[in-house]
Structure formats: structure tokens, C-alpha cells
């Protein structure tokens, strides 16, 4: 079970090395070791639901709210303590919600593995369960077989295997059985070993089982999966910082409010009653909710825009990502190969269309040509790719598909394109054979007395068996160099190159040999490519707009990536490749150096984009990775953003990633990114709408506080109270946070969201802009909250009034009511953090409306509706004439943010 790298072992050598490994073993502990070292590994324990629910209360702001929650039960203020709880259990339920399949990728995994297989055993065929499989077994292969182990292959007839999933490559990787002597081979070059999970596209095989569970490429995917790091996101290390700060500060200034009231004689219930008022006034309980509903909103949004997020805060990470590294075939192209290039008859045609639809032009010179019309020298070329041929065209509800091989269903496509449709009826065959790199096939012929021979192959191979070449309708002379200047440059550009040809022979002629491959025309050559996306362009661009970097990293060879990677304006041409051999000889500060400067990886293998990830994010970057394959799950688990591809995704991909592209288009990243943005820019105007409130409250009761001893009004021993009670403090912060806060989600974005670089993830959201707005709008709040109570209640200490309780009731209720006024005027100003509320519609948010609406008919109900002796907000009635000086006292607040903001755009300019 040691890693060996098999594919440089002869098949007496690999029977030798298992021979030795399980020296001693009986069947039975063979399959012991196998139950040991297989697939239960991949059987990774997951955390229990209650654990999951229990851990969204994992939160230093949840704490505070339940210490909160704690303290008013103590009290006796039962309205106060069900009101937290709510809030609390509100936004843990909605957590655990988005965030219930976290770990499912590894049952994902479990799947693709094959569930049964065909073995050889004492010299008998046998069908088993391929977790029975141990090293040293037999597998025998067919065509569209998943292979179940890892194999190293002994006999390979005409054999092919789909890696995609596992390597990225789009074209099936044809296999023999002839040991390579060169090391750090990628795993698409081993040619002679096969992997499990991948499939058999063509031909036939056996192997020896090398590796079996956790010890096969798969299971080494898994492996990486499982080692991954679990991901903070930006948000969430900012909002940590933040609530850090929070505690202490709430802390320290509940405990100095403490004190001072004990200092200055104030009985202990007072002074403790005022320590949680001040506690219940700086606590944003509402903030953990309101973040998590925004979330949500943006992966609503983002959700009608074709992406999928799986966790909450992953809609934000969009939003601050600097490289998005993305696998090649599935994403940045079709996964379809196209043939985009014909030479014939000297000529070079363009072939439009991409995928596997049968539309498109033929362009010569810029012009398109009817191909009926080009007459015989680009037919020809076209019914040989459509006559030497075993795939099939397949159309369901005008979705196109390829039943067979890739580069032959390219071929088929290119000839419907030309509206060929018959197939000449086939007499006989000489299958494609990678050591011979032709194919042959014997038609009958459309005329009476003649048969055709079809042969297709590589250029070099094809120009061996040509005496002439067709053009113009007839034969000339064979331009040997000319054909293979051609075929040069077509591969120079990544196509992938086939020639032509064709014979005549007797009718007579019903079998086909070797000896009948010499003598033919020449027709030409066909170009094909897995096309790029043509969104994909755009996209790339977009994000280069937006200061995202974009790395390609992909399984195909150097010279392939390279080409995409050009089209695509990814890379330039003096851009370093780096292929997955000189990665595995790099170590992991030999790629920190470098990783920066390189936009191009090529042949990589799953742990190459695992490194990968691992030095961006030590370089400081948010990576965002994106695929569809096996190979790509450990990387998506790594970045701080998995993105993988809905349509041709694996499932293991799928679960491994936080976002799933539901129409596989790279373009839609680029609507996700603006999202997300928009997500970080509601989230902070949310919170720099919420904590000045908070702060203004607090001022109010510590400044009642240290004001008792010079005024009376707020002092106890004189039948003074607190400008607010602590349930009234609460009652502004719920209401303030479902009523007002939530509609600034509703705000539409702001323009060049995608004209800006991402933001720095280090930028905390307390910086010193932040403070200077709070603390502004907490001055005024307070002030505002002061003059009326003080205006309002003096006359009650002063003798005036019949009754002074209640005139002190009305007095708290009108500095409540201001309190709330003042919310509703800072809301305008505040649904933009820099640009003027002067320079945008009051109606392009109606939400705004409704919530301040609901707001004040919820604020008349408590004054004027409710009955006092059951009023739980401890309001009574106000004198109507007291709602003019409300107001005017509120309004300033709207004024003043304004002139900052001016201000502060004027000083940067």
C-alpha cells in the first residue's frame, strides 16, 4: 500500500512489489487490511445535528445578549428577557438553516466510487463488490466501465478513458501497458495506469489493482479535503474583531456607570438598575439578526442572477475577492470540442459555432461560402471525419449532445454543419490504434462500381499512405511541407490537428488490410479545439476591471493552456507557464516567490491547485476557486470561495464549494462579485446606522448619571429618574433594527460597484471614519434626548404640577418619542454612506416609507392606546403641543450628517 509510482514499473515488477507487500496475508486478511485502508476512510465522521445548532450560538455577541437576557430575568423584567430570547433564537435558526450540508462532500465522494467490477480470479471471471478489491487483483475493463481501483494496466486494446473529472483533460487519454521511465509524471501522462472513478470511453483492458480507497488518486482527494482548513471569511474576522471591541467597551462602561453611582450615593439598586439600562442601550441586539438577513437578501439576489450560495457569509466574500482561480474545460470553455479550422485545396476555412449545436458558417477569405457550393475539396474532407466516424449527433428538446468520442462527435458536427446527414453503409473497419495513430473504414460506394476506403490520423501518418492531394475538384501533385507548415500552426494554436484521405477501389473490394492503406488523396486537415466561452472573454475582462485577478489552472498540456489562456486575455505572451512537474519540484516558498506573477499552471494535479490556493492566501489575497471535477473539490474547500458548476459539476465538487453556478457560466461570477459588494456596502451602512443609536442611548443614561449630582432631575435620592427605563431603551433597539434598520437592505445599488478595487480584507469596520460618525450622531441623539426630558420633567421637581409622577412619566415618554424621531431623521441620510439623501429619490426605496410608517403608528399605540396600569413600556400620554418641539429638536440630526458629508468629500478632493 506504500505510494510507488507504478507507472515506472513493468508489470513483473508491480506483481513482485504487491507479491512482497502482502507477503503472508490470507484472503481474509487481505480484505481486513482492505476494510483498514478503503473505503471507510473516506467515511469522514460529521457533527451531529445538535452540535451544529448548538455552535451557532458560538458568537460574543450572542453571549452578551444572554448575560442581558439573564440580568432583566433576574429583575423581574420578563417583557425585556422573552424579547432577547427571541432575537436570539431569530438568528440562530436562520444560521443553522443556510448552514445545515457544511460537510456532505465526502458522502458526495462515496458515490462516484464504482459500486461493483469484474475480476480474475483463479483463473475464473468473477463479479464482486469493488470494496472486496484488494492488491494484487485482476480488473478486467469494457467500454463505458467506471474503473474501480487504481490500476497498472497489462493488456489495453484500442483502449481510451475519460479523466476529466480527475484531471481536467477534456479528450480521452488513449492507454497502453509500456512502462515510462520518467518521473514526476502528472497523472494524465501515466498512460499505461488507470484511475479510479474514471471511465472507459473506448477499447478494452486488464490491470493489476495497485491501490484501492484512500490510497488511490481519489482517495487522496479526499485526503486534501479533509486536511483543508475550515475558512473565516472576511465578514465574519471583521465582525469578530467588532463584537471584541464591543464587550470590552460595554464592559468598561457599564462597570465606570457602576461605580460612579456608587461613588455618588446612590442606593445599589439604582446604580445597578442604570448599569443595565446602560448594558441594554449599547448592545445592537437586533445587529446578529439584521446581518444574517442581509446575507440572506444578497443570496436571494444573487440566487436570480444564476448563483447559488450555500453559506451566508460566502455572499460577501464575492465582494473583497482579489484572484479567482479557475479550472479550463467546464468553466472558461464548452467542454465540447469544436472544429474551428479546415485546410483543403491549399485553402484555409473558419468554421463558426461552438459546442455541439449543428449551426454555423464556413468563412473564406472573411467571406461565408455555401460548402455545397465549394465543391469537392472542402465536401471531401468533411465526409471523411463523417464516414470514419462512431459517434453520433444526439438532439433532446434542441439540446445537443455527442454519444461516443469527443474528437470524432467534433467531426460529425463540423459535416452537419455542411449538411451532411446519410452515412455511406460500412463494409469494413481498421479500428484507431494509439501505437498506429489512424483509422480506417470501407464504404460502399455511391457509385456503381466503385467502393471508398476513408482514412483519418494524425498528418504525418496520413501523408505516408498519399501519392496526390484534391484540389480544385482534382488531383495534384502532394505538397507535403505546405500541409505540415499548416498543421504546425494550427497546433501552435492549441487545435488539436487530424488529416484526411481518401481512396477508390473495385467494387469488389469487401475487406480491408494493411496492405491496402498506401496510394490515397490527400483531402486536408481538420482543426478542433474545446472552445472558449465566448461570455467567458468578456467576464475576464470585467474582473480585471474590478482588480481581480484571474489564474488559470487546468490539466491540459502547457501549449493548450497557453493558447486558451492568450484568447481569453488572461496571459500575454511573455506570461511564465508553470506545468505540474516543475510544481512538484518547487518547494512551498520556491512557490510563495513566485505565485504572484504567474497566471497560467498547466498539467496540475489535485494537490498542485491545493498549493496553489494555500501560498495566494498566504500572500494576503481572498481566493475564490472555481471547477466542476473531483480534482478541483480539495482547492474549492481551501479558498475562502468555492465556486463550482451546477450543469456539469460533480456532486463532490458541488458540496465541496460554498457557491454552485447554475448555468456554468464564468459571466455570472462577475454578477455574483457586484453582489457581493453590494452585500459588504449594505452590511456597513446597516451598522453604521445601528451602533450610532446604540451610542446615543448610552450617552443619555451615562450622562444621566454623572449629571444626578448636580441635577436633580436625574437623581434618585430626589425622586429623579433615568431619562429612559432600560424596556423603553430595548423597545427602540427591536423596533429601530425590524422597522428601520431592515429597509436600508432594500436599498438599490450604488453605481461603479465593478469600477473599484476590492476592498482591503484587513480594513476593519471600526476605523476612524467609523468613529467619527458614531460619535457624532451619538452627541446629537443624546443632546436631542436630554433638552426635551429635562425641558419636559423639571417642572415636576420644581412644584408645579399636580402630579409629578406622572408628569416624570410624560417627561421619559417624550425623551423615548425623541429618541425614536431622531432614528427616523438620521434613516434618511443614512441609506447612503457618502453621497448626499438630496441626490436621490426619497421613493427609489419605499421600504424606507413603510418602515417609518409602521415606526411611528407602533410608537402612538404605546403612548396613546395602551392602558398605563398594563403598559409594559412605562409610557403615559403626551400634550400634542410637546410633538412640536420633538420634532424640531430631532431634525438637526438629518442637517448635520449631510454637512459631514460634504465636508468629508470636499477634504478628500
Excluded at 432594500?746 to 461603479?752: A, D, Q, S, T, V
Amino acid at each position: 500500500m506504500d505510494n510507488r509510482n507504478w507507472y515506472q514499473l513493468t508489470v513483473e515488477e508491480v506483481f513482485e512489489a504487491l507479491k512482497s507487500s502482502t507477503a503472508g496475508l490470507s484472503t481474509s486478511e487481505s480484505k481486513s487490511r482492505l476494510a483498514r485502508y478503503g473505503y471507510n476512510e473516506l467515511k469522514f465522521r460529521r457533527r451531529s445535528t445538535l452540535i451544529r445548532f448548538l455552535m451557532q450560538f458560538h458568537n460574543a455577541l450572542i453571549y452578551i445578549l444572554l448575560a442581558a437576557a439573564f440580568v432583566t430575568a433576574i429583575l423581574d423584567m420578563w417583557m425585556d428577557t422573552i424579547a432577547i430570547m427571541a432575537v436570539v433564537f431569530a438568528n440562530t435558526i436562520i444560521g443553522f438553516i443556510q448552514e445545515g450540508k457544511a460537510e456532505a462532500s465526502i458522502e458526495a465522494l462515496d458515490k462516484m466510487m464504482t459500486p461493483e467490477c469484474t475480476v480474475l480470479r483463479d483463473g475464473k471471471k468473477q463479479i464482486i463488490p469493488a470494496r472486496e478489491l484488494v492488491p494484487g487483483d485482476v480488473v478486467l475493463l469494457e467500454e463505458g466501465d467506471k474503473v474501480p481501483a487504481d490500476l497498472r494496466l497489462f493488456y489495453a486494446k484500442n483502449m481510451s478513458a475519460d479523466e476529466a473529472t480527475l484531471t481536467g483533460e477534456s479528450i480521452p487519454v488513449n492507454k497502453g501497458i509500456e512502462p515510462i521511465t520518467k518521473t514526476d509524471l502528472s497523472l494524465a501522462d501515466q498512460r499505461c495506469m488507470a484511475f479510479s472513478g474514471t471511465f472507459i470511453t473506448r477499447g478494452s483492458g486488464q490491470g493489476i489493482v495497485v491501490a484501492t480507497g484512500e490510497h488511490t488518486e481519489m482517495g487522496r482527494i479526499a485526503e486534501l479535503m479533509k486536511s483543508a482548513p475550515k475558512i473565516t471569511t472576511p465578514l465574519m474576522r471583521k465582525l469578530a474583531d467588532f463584537t471584541r471591541f464591543l464587550v470590552i467597551a460595554i464592559i468598561a462602561i457599564a462597570a465606570l456607570n457602576f461605580i460612579l453611582g456608587l461613588l455618588f450615593g446612590f442606593p445599589l439598586r439604582y446604580s445597578f438598575l442604570a448599569s443595565v439600562a446602560l448594558a441594554v442601550a449599547a448592545i445592537p441586539e437586533g445587529l446578529p439578526a439584521i446581518v444574517t438577513i442581509t446575507l440572506a437578501f444578497g443570496v436571494t439576489a444573487m440566487a436570480r442572477r444564476n448563483a447559488l450560495i450555500k453559506r451566508l457569509p460566502a455572499a460577501e466574500t464575492l465582494g473583497c475577492t482579489t484572484v479567482i482561480c479557475t479550472d479550463k474545460t467546464g468553466t472558461l470553455t464548452k467542454n465540447q470540442m469544436t472544429v474551428s479550422r479546415i485546410y483543403c485545396g491549399g485553402k484555409v476555412y473558419e468554421v463558426t459555432g461552438a459546442g455541439y449545436a449543428p449551426y454555423g458558417e464556413f468563412i473564406l477569405e472573411d467571406i461565408a461560402i455555401n460548402p455545397a457550393e465549394a465543391g469537392e475539396e472542402l465536401i471531401e474532407p468533411l465526409k471523411a471525419g463523417y464516414f470514419c466516424n462512431h459517434a453520433f449527433l444526439i438532439e433532446a428538446e434542441d439540446v445537443y449532445s455527442i454519444a461516443g468520442d469527443p474528437t470524432e462527435g467534433a467531426m460529425v458536427v463540423a459535416a452537419r454543419k455542411a449538411g451532411i446527414n446519410a452515412r455511406l453503409p460500412l463494409l469494413d473497419e481498421i479500428p484507431f490504434v494509439a501505437e498506429q495513430q489512424y483509422m480506417a473504414t470501407l464504404h460502399e460506394g455511391t457509385d456503381a462500381e466503385e467502393n471508398v476506403i476513408y482514412v483519418k490520423g494524425s498528418p504525418e501518418k496520413v501523408l505516408e499512405m498519399c501519392q496526390n492531394q484534391l484540389v480544385n475538384g482534382s488531383t495534384a501533385p502532394l505538397r507535403r511541407e505546405e500541409i505540415l507548415t499548416e498543421a504546425d500552426a494550427m497546433a501552435g494554436e492549441a487545435l488539436r490537428v487530424l488529416g484526411m484521405a481518401y481512396k477508390r477501389v473495385p467494387k469488389t473490394k469487401k475487406r480491408l488490410k494493411s496492405d491496402d492503406l498506401n496510394g490515397f488523396t490527400f483531402l486536408g486537415l481538420q482543426g478542433m479545439i474545446d472552445p472558449s466561452r465566448e461570455e467567458a472573454i468578456d467576464a475576464v475582462q470585467k474582473c480585471k476591471r474590478a482588480g481581480i485577478k484571474v489564474v488559470m489552472v487546468t490539466g491540459d498540456h502547457a501549449k493548450t493552456a497557453k493558447a486558451i489562456a492568450r484568447r481569453l486575455g488572461i496571459s500575454n505572451a511573455e506570461d511564465r507557464v508553470i506545468t505540474g512537474g516543475e510544481l512538484s519540484r518547487m518547494s512551498d516558498d520556491e512557490l510563495y516567490e513566485v505565485v504572484d506573477t504567474v497566471p497560467v499552471y498547466a498539467r496540475a494535479a489535485p494537490e498542485h491547485k491545493f498549493r496553489i490556493v494555500t501560498q495566494l492566501r498566504r500572500r494576503g489575497h481572498i481566493i475564490a476557486v472555481t471547477g466542476d471535477g473531483v480534482n478541483d473539490a480539495p482547492a474549492l474547500k481551501a479558498a475562502d470561495i468555492g465556486i463550482a458548476m451546477g450543469i456539469t459539476g460533480t456532486e463532490v465538487s458541488k458540496e465541496a464549494a460554498d457557491m454552485i453556478l447554475t448555468d456554468d457560466n464564468f459571466a455570472s461570477i462577475v454578477s455574483a462579485v457586484e453582489e457581493g459588494r453590494h452585500v459588504f456596502d449594505t452590511i456597513k451602512k446597516v451598522i453604521l446606522y445601528t451602533l450610532p443609536t446604540n451610542g446615543g442611548q448610552t450617552l443619555l443614561v451615562l450622562g444621566a448619571v454623572l449629571l444626578a449630582h448636580f441635577m436633580h432631575l436625574f437623581n434618585p435620592l430626589f425622586g429623579g429618574r433615568l431619562p429612559v427605563e432600560p424596556v423603553q431603551i430595548l423597545w427602540i433597539n427591536l423596533i429601530d433594527a425590524v422597522a428601520l434598520a431592515l429597509t436600508l437592505i432594500r436599498e438599490p445599488k450604488e453605481k461603479g460597484l465593478l469600477d473599484r478595487p476590492p476592498r482591503n480584507p484587513d480594513e476593519r469596520i471600526t476605523d476612524s471614519p467609523f468613529f467619527k460618525k458614531v460619535g457624532l450622531v451619538s452627541v446629537v441623539m443624546a443632546v436631542a434626548g436630554f433638552t426635551v426630558y429635562y425641558y419636559s420633567g423639571e417642572p415636576a421637581l420644581a412644584g408645579s404640577v399636580a402630579d409629578p409622577e406622572l408628569r416624570l412619566t410624560q417627561a421619559q415618554t417624550a425623551a423615548f418619542t425623541t429618541v425614536m424621531l431622531v432614528h427616523i431623521c438620521y434613516l434618511f441620510t443614512a441609506r447612503s454612506i457618502t453621497e448626499s439623501a438630496f441626490t436621490f429619490s426619497p421613493f427609489s426605496n419605499r421600504w424606507v416609507l413603510i418602515g417609518v410608517a409602521v415606526t411611528l403608528a407602533l410608537q402612538l399605540t404605546v403612548i396613546y392606546v395602551l392602558p398605563s396600569g398594563v403598559n409594559p413600556l412605562r409610557t403615559a400620554p403626551i400634550p400634542v403641543d410637546w410633538w412640536i418641539t420633538m420634532v424640531m429638536v430631532s431634525l438637526p440630526i438629518f442637517f448635520i450628517i449631510e454637512l459631514e458629508k460634504f465636508l468629508t468629500k470636499r477634504w478628500k478632493r
